[in-house]
């Protein structure tokens, strides 16, 4: 499974997310998911496979551009996912509305 794949590789789920949101827009796109280096090079799941899951987990779509770090936290790293996070304070918020 993906999530196991995650695990090998990062030792945190903010290293995974950083790896992924390289751009730093603060989400990421199916496409940078799917171009990683977990999915390219160290999983046997086909792309079929990835986005069905994607599908049934609704981690992509119209709605959403991309997954954000809680969102990616809670499906791929579930043991860290104890609680959520504090709620964003007016500067989290404002730097979410410049990207």
Avoid at 26 to 38: C, D, K, M, Q, W
Avoid at 79 to 95: E, G, N, P
Wanted: glycine share 4%.
């Amino acid at each position: 499974m993906l999530r196991k794949e995650f695990e090998k590789m990062y030792k945190s789920a903010e290293n995974a997310y950083a790896a992924l949101d390289f751009t730093g827009i603060g989400y990421i796109t199916e496409e940078a998911f799917l171009n990683s280096i977990v999915v390219k090079d160290r999983t046997s799941f086909t792309t079929a496979e990835i986005r069905e899951y994607f599908n049934e987990n609704n981690l992509f779509n119209a709605e959403s551009k991309g997954i954000n770090f809680d969102n990616f936290k809670k499906n791929f790293f579930p043991h860290l996912y104890l609680v959520q996070d504090d709620k964003d304070d007016l500067d989290d918020i404002a730097a979410n509305n410049i990207r």
